[in-house]
């Protein structure tokens, strides 16, 4: 009987075809995920390999690669369709798990500040020097206009007060008869009105009133309080001495009154100050001063912090030492971060570049991404997500940036952070 001698490369390509369908099998009968109508497609696969097996003495070497082989191509069209079904979960769930969430006490401990942006035109290299000042709108200044002598203090320096809460007590020989001079002309007064009409003349009844209304006066001029007067005079008792009362919510400065000291009429005590707003007073350049506006935006940069401004008012003179215009800016101060006394740096708004419109944000709000891209983190609902941005212009700790929408809520403090919990997940920007 003549045997026929398989060509070495039919051979080898037989088993390559062989070995490939075994892996195959393999691979989609123990995928759990595969159904019935893939179970049922491989049926004929397994089939035709055992046929094959059985008649492997009668059949050619060559008829067992075309067998191999076909079955080879029937197998990887079932496998192409895998991928798919294993595909087909929501896409949008890249985007969710892309989110960087964190709780409250999370955001705390990594120093988590947002703030919204708006659109605004600044040249970074166009900068003014400037100083915090209290805002003399929300200031008092606590001056008796009378001789004084410091009795008790209530309050220390620094301390923050509210309306109606006691400072010092005061008193004196001035004070004492300032107060019996009301008592008694109020009482006269009192008196007179009970009267009936033409008991006395129009001329006498004036003068009392008069006389009484002055020494109410001059109470209010050392700082007594209407319900303090009007206790006064139903009291005689307590004269020589009174409570002097915060009249606004604020911080004590300026405070030089001690124990026992005494004052002459109109020496201040000490200050309040509503820290809540504050000045600014900048000297700006004659080119500068052409670009001032009452009532337009100023960007103010103290330390880290940036903050929105008002101009409210210009000198409309130049210093001749330095050649300088002063003006004044009126600007919020939140949480009371930002105290008088220090420098600041003052960013005019360039209204004639509209191209240079963009938002502003702390160096510490960028970051850099996977590929090298400065990005920032916005704050979105459900957590923090990363988005790139172009970066114009960086300044003195400012960076002036193109790439979001206005309005848009920016984590300008802790983004370090975000960025590092950013690298620990693996997200990247570019897959949302």
């Keep these: 009987m003549n045997t026929k001698l398989v060509p070495p490369l039919s051979l080898l390509a037989a088993l390559n075809a062989k070995s490939l369908v075994n892996n195959a099998v393999s691979r989609v009968v123990s995928n759990t995920d595969t159904d019935a109508q893939l179970t049922s497609q491989l049926n004929p696969l397994l089939n035709a390999r055992s046929n094959a097996r059985r008649n492997n003495q009668s059949n050619s070497t060559i008829s067992r690669g075309l067998l191999f082989g076909s ?60 100083q915090l000042i209290v805002d003399k709108d929300k200031t008092i200044t606590i001056a008796p206009q009378l001789d004084m002598q410091v ?39 009192d008196r007179i009105k009970r009267m009936s009409p033409g008991t006395i003349s129009v001329s006498q009844r004036m003068q009392i009133e008069v006389n009484a209304e002055l020494k109410r006066a001059i109470l209010e001029s050392i700082m007594m309080t209407p319900a303090q007067i009007a206790a006064l005079a139903k009291s005689p008792s307590s004269i020589g001495q009174f409570q002097l009362l915060a009249s606004i919510n604020g911080r004590v400065q300026q405070d030089v009154a001690t124990l026992g000291q005494v004052l002459i009429a109109g020496t201040p005590l000490m200050q309040l100050t509503d820290e809540s707003y504050l000045w600014v007073e900048a000297e700006v350049t004659p080119m500068q001063a052409d670009q001032v506006n009452m009532g337009s935006n100023v960007l103010v940069h103290v330390g880290s912090r940036t903050r929105n401004g008002v101009i409210i008012g210009r000198s409309h003179e130049i210093n001749p030492q330095t050649r300088t215009e002063q003006v004044l800016v009126r600007m919020a101060n939140p949480g009371h971060e930002l105290h008088a006394g220090e420098f600041a740096e003052l960013y005019l708004a360039d209204d004639q570049q509209a191209k240079s419109a963009g938002f502003i944000v702390p160096d510490a709000a960028l970051t850099r991404g996977g590929d090298g891209d400065w990005q920032v983190f916005v704050e979105q609902e459900g957590g923090f997500s990363a988005v790139e941005i172009t970066v114009v212009e960086r300044q003195r700790g400012l960076s002036f940036i193109r790439g979001l929408a206005p309005q848009t809520r920016v984590v300008i403090s802790g983004a370090f952070f975000l960025a590092s919990e950013q690298a620990k997940a693996g997200f990247d920007i570019h897959n949302h």
């Design 71 to 130: 079955a080879l191509f029937g197998s990887l069209l079932m496998l192409s369709s895998l991928p798919a079904q294993a595909s087909s979960q929501p896409a949008e769930t890249d985007h969710q798990q892309s989110l960087l969430s964190l709780n409250t006490e999370q955001r705390q401990l990594a120093g988590i500040e947002v703030s919204q942006l708006s659109l605004e035109a600044f040249n970074l290299q166009a900068v003014a020097t400037a």
């Design 151 to 189: 009795l008790k203090r209530h309050v220390v320096p620094g301390e923050q007060v509210t309306k109606g809460q006691p400072l010092l007590t005061i008193g004196g020989a001035e004070i004492a008869a300032a107060q019996a001079n009301y008592i008694n002309a109020a009482t006269e007064w």
